[in-house]
C-alpha cells in the first residue's frame, strides 16, 4: 500500500473521533512510522501526559505523540479492508490512551 494511501486512512481514521471529543484534544500531534525501533510489531504508541493526569504544571510541555506503525499494520493484514479496519482501531485505541484509559478497560470494550 503506498504511503500516501496509508496517510489517508489515518485521516479518515481520526474523522470517526466524535466532535465533542475531537475538540477536547489539545497539543497532540498524529505521526506515521515504518516500525517501533524497541517493539516491530507495535501498531501504535501514545506518548505523553494523559488527559486525567494533567494538572497546572503541564502548561508550556512538548505536544504528545501518537505513532501509528505503518509496516507492522500492514504486516497483519491481508487486504485493504483488514487494513482500514486495523487503522481505525489502532487509532481511537491510542486516542483513548490520552483520554486516560487504560489497556484493561480498552480490550473490555473492544478496542484492544
Known sequence: MPA??????????LDLVPAELARAIDNVVVLIEPRNPEDPHLLGLYHGIALTERDSHYGGSLPDTITIYRDAILDICGDEAEVVDEVA???I?????????DEARLHELGWG
Not at 500516501?4 to 481514521?13: Q, T
Open 93 to 101: 485505541h491510542e486516542i483513548a490512551h490520552y483520554f486516560g484509559i
Open 4 to 13: 500516501a494511501r496509508f496517510e489517508e486512512l489515518v485521516g479518515d481514521a
Open 89 to 91: 482501531v489502532t487509532v
